[in-house]
T-cell receptor, first 109, second 111 residues
Framework: GEDVEQSLFLSVREGDSSVINCTYTDSSSTYLYWYKQEPGAGLQLLTYIFSNMDMKQDQRLTVLLNKKDKHLSLRIADTQTGDSAIYFCAQGTGYALNFGKGTSLLVTP | KAGVTQTPRYLIKTRGQQVTLSCSPISGHRSVSWYQQTPGQGLQFLFEYFSETQRNKGNFPGRFSGRQFSNSRSEMNVSTLELGDSALYLC??????????FGPGTRLTVT
């Protein structure tokens, strides 16, 4: 299947910005997504971006899409300890999403 | 609105047995998708149902099957369980293709 790659781990200080990166191979995907998973919980849809967009901002979240490099990033402004979780990048055209392995974000006080 | 609910939350089975997991979607959501999450393979798509019909299927053996009822509730079944089937099974419901809402999952342990 198509690959979605993410770095495994990111540590930031509380109040700093976090940037989580993702690369994908399927250029035909209609949507790209960011999901958050907290321990013992399911996935929470954070945001998504349509493939013909370059950027989307939603409160503290900024998504940047570079279609030429097939690179997606999620920036979390003013990161809080409650943002500590695993973040998944995903791509898809229909209902079958292809996920990365997830980036574990640790926010330290 | 109530979220996606999955039952049971935890399950322990023995190799060779079969198991049935249940998913109740958000009210009004007619599409239900299933995913398997393991530490090694990550999240993998199993299948998607809409109006009682399977529309998409992932690359899993025939031991994995599912169905959807007229009230949109869905079940998935795994027969002849193997140790490698130990995973978190997640269900997601949606109205729009770009907004899938996940349940808390069923943690299956096969011994």
């Amino acid at each position: 299947g198509e690959d979605v790659e993410q770095s495994l781990f990111l540590s930031v200080r509380e109040g700093d910005s976090s940037v989580i990166n993702c690369t994908y191979t399927d250029s035909s995907s209609t949507y790209l997504y960011w999901y958050k998973q907290e321990p013992g919980a399911g996935l929470q849809l954070l945001t998504y971006i349509f493939s013909n967009m370059d950027m989307k901002q939603d409160q503290r979240l900024t998504v940047l899409l570079n279609k030429k490099d097939k690179h997606l990033s999620l920036r979390i402004a003013d990161t809080q300890t409650g943002d500590s979780a695993i973040y998944f990048c995903a791509q898809g055209t229909g209902y079958a999403l292809n996920f990365g392995k997830g980036t574990s974000l640790l926010v330290t006080p | 609105k109530a979220g996606v609910t999955q039952t049971p939350r935890y399950l322990i089975k023995t190799r060779g047995q079969q198991v049935t997991l249940s998913c109740s979607p958000i009210s009004g959501h007619r599409s239900v998708s299933w995913y398997q999450q393991t530490p090694g393979q990550g999240l993998q798509f199993l299948f998607e149902y809409f109006s009682e019909t399977q529309r998409n299927k992932g690359n899993f053996p025939g031991r994995f099957s599912g169905r959807q009822f007229s009230n949109s509730r869905s079940e998935m079944n795994v027969s002849t369980l193997e140790l490698g089937d130990s995973a978190l099974y997640l269900c997601a419901s949606s109205v729009k293709v770009n907004e899938q809402y996940f349940g808390p999952g069923t943690r299956l342990t096969v011994t």
